[in-house]
T-cell receptor, first 113, second 111 residues
Framework: EPEVTQTPSHQVTQMGQEVILRCVPI?????FYWYRQILGQKVEFLVS????????KSEIFDDQFSVERPDGSNFTLKIRSTKLEDSAMYFC???????????FGPGTRLTVL | TQLLEQSPQFLSIQEGENLTVYCNSS?????LQWYRQEPGEGPVLLVT?????EVKKLKRLTFQFGDARKDSSLHITAAQPGDTGLYLC???????????FGTGTQLKVEL
């Protein structure tokens, strides 16, 4: 069964460093999303992406964050200068069309030291 | 800001018991999805409800969307230890661009 994959599963970085989290959405899906979940808190929306453009972003998604679809299969989230409070699980999701069910990847645990 | 409140927050029951988890909001959702999440993993989609009053069944799980599309419930019949996990509801307010997640219900089913 098709699934969303994410790499790495765990990323440890020093505060101020740049990190890139990678996702491979389900192959025929057109809409892509990033969410994050701080330990013990609820899942929060970061950004949605369609047709090589950001469709919507939350207030969390500030200038330190960016997304890119560098090729036909990958979807990345870059954090330019990580802060301690960026430590969280980051989930990628994809859907077939707007408003359709979103399927989530297994997540990348980001730890900022 | 849309809020989805789930209740109860925690639930510990014995195998074979029935339970209901509630998801409530003041916002109207065009669709609502239920997910189950294991520790350290991503949410796994269980079901999507779209129409007010809709009822969907998935084996021992019954999902209902409120008539006004502001609330939903998940009922599990004869719970089993394998049902243990974090149950999340998530609503789409119609833009289709993002899901707003509920606060979650942590279910533990003991032998």
């Amino acid at each position: 069964e098709p699934e969303v994959t994410q790499t790495p599963s765990h990323q440890v970085t020093q505060m101020g460093q740049e990190v890139i989290l990678r996702c491979v959405p389900i192959s025929n899906h057109l809409y892509f999303y990033w969410y994050r979940q701080i330990l013990g808190q609820k899942v929060e929306f970061l950004v949605s992406f369609y047709n090589n453009e950001i469709s919507e972003k939350s207030e969390i998604f500030d200038d330190q964050f960016s997304v890119e679809r560098p090729d036909g299969s990958n979807f990345t989230l870059k954090i330019r200068s990580t802060k301690l409070e960026d430590s969280a699980m980051y989930f990628c999701a994809s859907s077939d069309y707007l408003g359709d069910e979103q399927f989530f990847g297994p997540g990348t645990r980001l730890t900022v030291l | 800001t849309q809020l989805l409140e789930q209740s109860p927050q925690f639930l510990s029951i014995q195998e074979g018991e029935n339970l209901t988890v509630y998801c409530n909001s003041s916002s109207v959702f065009s669709s609502l999805q239920w997910y189950r999440q294991e520790p350290g993993e991503g949410p796994v989609l269980l079901v999507t409800v779209v129409t007010g009053g809709e009822v969907k069944k998935l084996k021992r799980l019954t999902f209902q969307f409120g008539d006004a599309r502001k609330d939903s419930s998940l009922h599990i019949t004869a719970a089993q230890p394998g049902d243990t996990g974090l149950y999340l509801c998530a609503g789409d307010t119609g833009g289709g661009n993002k899901l707003t997640f509920g606060t979650g219900t942590q279910l533990k089913v003991e032998l």
